[in-house]
């Protein structure tokens, strides 16, 4: 691991400060000089390997006592950036309440990691593409901007079908994004100029011609809190991998249900393990809304939601599977009891 200051954040104004300071005009993430630091378990994973050079990590962990708080009020759920996924994950009001949020953190990584990591960290985690993560790769358009993609005539079994670009094909890794991506939640960010809110769909950028810029989120900018309206008793996350415990998705589903005598006045779905950022799948929405639970519809959702994939040579099993976890997380969000 190379040199870098560590500077501990004694409040909001002194970290973002700090972190404006060490990155301005510098968007390339993985080379930007100054990265906070939640629970490590993303950032100090990819220092140790090279592929994240930061001079220097301001350690923002003495904001907790006011950015890990978890409420729910008048039906609007508010999750501080700081808050752990273990906590969150066992929280029995969101167990209730959004059980597609508890799932999604639940199923991710492992026991330990999920006692370390943040939700902050969690949706800002990059990816898992191999050719990004090992140095000794020169073409990764991510981590060396113009330098080509090794994924694209490499091994891509992993990669994603979804939202991609001629120059990246890397799949978004995470899980709990998802469940964001399907409850429309709104992302409360704080920096110099105060406090500011997107949704979260507005959070992530495809990669496009630019894989190096990740999220639209300004230098110095942080995340401080998630704010999700509900509740959606009838939700859940659907997860398949490779093995069953502490694995990426291959393919996932996160599915939240307003079912009325089995009629959906409304559905939602998002996609993990497909797509390069957190994917809604909004034109299978369209055709299950209004409509009574039944299987040819939930085919021809499930077909619509991939209709625009390009999959590569090793990853051509992702649209048939993510089709069948479209299906079955919408039968099991229907005949959940709530
Ligand atoms: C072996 C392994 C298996 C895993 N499996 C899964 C899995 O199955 N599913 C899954 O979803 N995840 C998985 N993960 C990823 C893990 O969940 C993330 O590493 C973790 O959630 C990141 O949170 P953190 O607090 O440790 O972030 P950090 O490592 O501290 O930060 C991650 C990034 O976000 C930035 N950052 C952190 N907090 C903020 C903030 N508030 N505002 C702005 N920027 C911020 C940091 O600078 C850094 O760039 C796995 C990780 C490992 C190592
Ligand atoms: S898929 Fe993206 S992250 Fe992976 S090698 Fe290609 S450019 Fe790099």
Not at 3 to 19: E, G
Not at 95 to 100: A, F, G, I
Not at 134 to 163: I, Q, T
Not at 289 to 294: I, L, P, V, W
């Amino acid at each position: 691991m190379r040199p870098f200051v560590y500077q501990r954040a004694s409040d909001a104004p002194s970290a973002i400060q700090n972190l404006a300071t060490a990155t301005a005009a510098n968007n390339v993430l993985t080379e930007a000089s100054a990265q906070p630091l939640a629970g490590g378990t993303t950032l100090i994973d990819l220092m140790k390997l090279d592929v994240m050079r930061p001079k220097a990590v301001v350690d923002i962990n003495p904001l907790a006592a006011s950015w890990s708080n978890v409420s729910l009020d008048d039906d609007n759920l508010r999750l501080g950036a700081l808050a752990r996924m273990s906590d969150v994950a066992a929280n029995p009001e969101i167990q209730q309440h959004y059980p597609v949020i508890a799932d999604t953190l639940k199923l991710a990584a492992s026991p330990q990691l999920r006692n370390m990591a943040s939700l902050g960290g969690n949706v800002l985690q990059r990816t898992r593409c191999s050719y990004f993560r090992d140095v000794s790769y020169h073409n990764c358009n991510k981590r060396n901007p113009g330098s080509g993609c090794a994924a694209l005539e490499g091994f891509n079994r992993s990669h994603a079908v979804l939202g991609t670009s001629e120059q990246c094909i890397a799949t978004y890794p995470g899980d709990f994004a998802q469940a964001l991506m399907a409850l429309d939640a709104t992302v409360e960010i704080t920096g110099r100029s105060g406090v500011r809110k997107i949704r979260f769909s507005d959070l992530h950028k495809r990669p496009g011609e630019s894989p190096q810029a990740e999220t639209t989120l300004s230098p110095g900018e942080l995340i401080s809190a998630f704010l999700i309206p509900g509740p959606w008793p009838r939700s859940v996350y659907l997860k398949v991998r490779d093995r069953q415990s502490y694995e990426f998705a291959l393919a996932s589903a996160a599915v939240a249900l307003d079912l009325q005598d089995e009629v959906m006045r409304d559905a939602r779905i998002a996609l993990g393990g497909v797509a390069a950022v957190p994917w809604r799948a909004r034109e299978a929405e369209a055709i299950l809304k209004g409509q009574k639970f039944d299987d040819a519809l939930i085919d021809r959702a499930a077909d619509a939601a991939f209709a625009d994939a390009r999959p590569h040579r090793h990853n051509v099993f992702k649209v048939a599977l993510g089709k069948r976890v479209i299906s079955r997380a919408l039968h099991q969000a229907a005949t959940m009891e709530i």
